[in-house]
């Protein structure tokens, strides 16, 4: 392929739970609509109990594999700070990074056996790479809803990506159930700025 | 043309429903449960939950020998149940289609071990399509059923995790069926259907007969093809693994095979008399490798690309780039702690798995959430193997140490039960093995995300259905001695253990609590509880459970614990175990 096709690759991490199947969902639903071929790839079943969730979201005028292959990532979106700083190995040095402050302690942290890395932003940021913090439940409870962080965060890679904000809201509209809608375009609204 | 965005699950859905399937069935196991669920939610047929995989595809053959078309979908592993019907409706065939979905899980994401099951096609004898993504799988889908109904043999449709939970843009369009279903009959025909000795020597030639014209079909069918570039190097490849090739591998020619058994000689011949080097790349099993040398190609395969786990378009760069010269993949981790998948907050399992681990018993395990008691701070599984083997593990153990009684259980979810735990209960009473049993019933098939089950009083609409009693059923089987304890009492809980780990005759406890992620959970949500600070010794029993809601400040061992009232579900385990009642409701 030329240099120019090679497809956009998105990491969207977080921890089972916080809506990261959801947003990976949104996000292609997006890219689809703008006339993009999109490809998207996670693991379902034993791992989303409490486990990292790991989605592929691939994008450009022809995508083959649904996988992206290390060190090519272009966009990190993280839910959740140890789970973005363990997914660094993932990116290329020109790769930005979209942080959510959240902290989910894994079991071997919560005893207090396994220190939590609390500096993970710090540490990415140390890295070299572009680095967008975002106070996901901060602002998604400012949108009137805390468990809208996800969207607060795809409204924040919305501003990165090549589609308009049209195409994004509209896609909240028909993906979501009516009664949360317009929750989700707040949270989306305030994420954009960010 | 409608684009949508569609996994492989939805897109076998669709794909079946346009192809006019009457009866869909189907037990759940990732990657595979979708496939139902959807069929079921799309309509226009029936849709049913089966016990097992081995009655999902007796369920379905029924249908297809009185003409009409079915599905029985299934992962991996549930082939190996149903394999027994399997092997011998090669030699019946079929009168309507039958597509038999088996979808695989190499890297073992959800799975206890990662089985190639493109051998079940050939071992079989059993033509088997492999699609790539969506829009291939609706497409092969379609089409499975008539050419099962033409050559008259099941059909298997071959997907892996990332073929079955990948979503990829399909453009769906107006269908004609190019072979409509044919007229459901119900006729005798015991030639064709009574697999007695003297019928099946005659069907297993007819079987190699029929292989034999679905070869020469092969030889010319769209489903495989040759994409020609240059001719240094050309690569034979199905399923998701052709992606990461196109992707890896833009110079290369590619044959691709759609229809993986049975496989063409004389196009595989064919493709490498254009190229100067062939390779073969495929996940897991050299199986095509070992069908290109069995006809006599120069071939690589598995010396370039691993036997284990998934690859993507990464291994194939490397593979061609470095051959002998590969560093070995580093973790880097670095110093982020592991995340293991756990048991949910007010997960019904925690309680009686708390006990087990401090009574320090053998627990022969089984399939489902449960088997996560394995990790820390639980550690309270010691077998699993298949479903329905934890029961029969601990009779065996119990066989052969009559001077130890006592010294393991099993244990085994509802679903996994009634999917192949009766035989084994039975066993245990028919040689009275005095074996004790925890059924650990959450009311779903939780693992694969909550399905019903015969166990669950509903069906895969979610309409009320006939629901097992289990006390009825056990002391059918023959065991006298059937327990029914809350799962969030503790204290019921561990008297009824030991009454029943002593008791010298085959007991069984149900343990009863609803899965947390149950939507129409009959269980009420109590008040969150809270840790009193000024009470509180930092004993730490309260963490031994392993709920994610409880834990110490900052992740310091020094700091005492603390519960997030956002998470609590009020279950109220860590009351029932704080010795000092530091723990109490908040008000």
Redesign the interface.
Known sequence: ?AADDRPTNILVVG??GQGTILAS?LI??VL?TAGY????????????????VESHVRFGRK?????I???EVDYLVGFEM??T??S??WLHSGAKVLADTKAV??????????????DALERIRQQGYELIVVEGEEIASRAGDVRTANIVLIGALARLLPVDRKVWEGAIRDNMPKKFVDTNLRAFGLGYEV | MK?V?LSGNEAIARGAIDAGVSLATAYPG??S?EILENIARLGGTKAMWAPNEKIAVEFASGACFSGHRALAAMKHVGVNVAADPIFTLAYTGVKGGLVIVTADDPEL??SQNEQDNRRYASFARIPMLEPS?SQETLEFTRLAFGLSERFDIPVFLRTT??VS?????VEIDQWQDPSPPVQPSLEKDPRKYVMVPVHARLKHVDLERRIAVITEYAETSPLNRIEMAGTELGVVTSG?S???V??AL?DASVLKLGLVFPLPTQLIHHFASLCRRIIVVEELEPYLEEWLAFIGLRVEGKSLISRFG?I???TV?KAMAASGDQAPEVD?????????????VGCPHRGIFHLLSKRKIFVAGDIG?Y??AV???LNAIHTTVCMGAGINHAAGIEAVHDEEHGAVVAVIGDSTFLHSGLGGVLNMAFNEIPATVIILDNLTTA???RQDHPGSGFDVHGNRTRQVDWEVLLQGLGVEHVRLVDAYDLKLLGETLEEEIKRNAPSVIVVRGACMLLRNRPVKIERPYRIDAEICTNC?VC?SL?C?A???R??????KPEIDGAQCTGCELCYQVCRFEAISEID
């Open positions: 392929m921890v089972g969902e292609c639903h689809m071929d999109v490809k998207k790839s996670e693991v379902h079943g034993m791992s989303q109990r409490g486990g990292r995508v083959f594999s649904p996988l292959v290390r060190g140890a789970e700083l363990r660094l190995q302690l894994p079991y071997t942290s919560q005893v207090g056996e396994a220190p939590y890395p609390f | 684009r965005l990732t990657p449960t994401h959800s993504d995790t990332r939970h990948g979503k990829t843009v998701i052709y992606n990461y196109r992707e833009p998934e993507d378009a990464g760069i880097a981790d670095g110093d982020v702690p592991q995340r293991p998948p756990i048991m949910c959430c088997t996560l990790a820390p701070p693992m694969t995300g730490g963490l392993g994610p409880i834990s110490r900052n992740a310091s061992e020094s700091e």
